[in-house]
């Protein structure tokens, strides 16, 4: 970069300015994605119980 400096407007570096992910919400991405399933499994499995809300 410092021998280079292809600014902001050459497309390789933009590319990777765009597909740069961030640690922390790919994290949460990740636990979120597998809290909904287990929530959803728990929802299925309680969804005829006697105290269960529609």
């Not at 300015?17 to 790919?26: G, R, S, V, Y």
Request: with cysteine; glycine share 4%; net charge negative.
């Amino acid at each position: 970069m410092k021998q280079h400096d292809p600014g902001l407007t050459d497309p390789q570096l933009r590319q990777l300015i765009t597909a740069h992910l961030d640690e922390d919400e790919f994290c949460r991405y990740v636990i979120q994605r597998d809290i909904n399933g287990i929530a959803l499994d728990l929802r299925e499995a309680h969804k005829d119980d006697f105290f269960s809300v529609p």
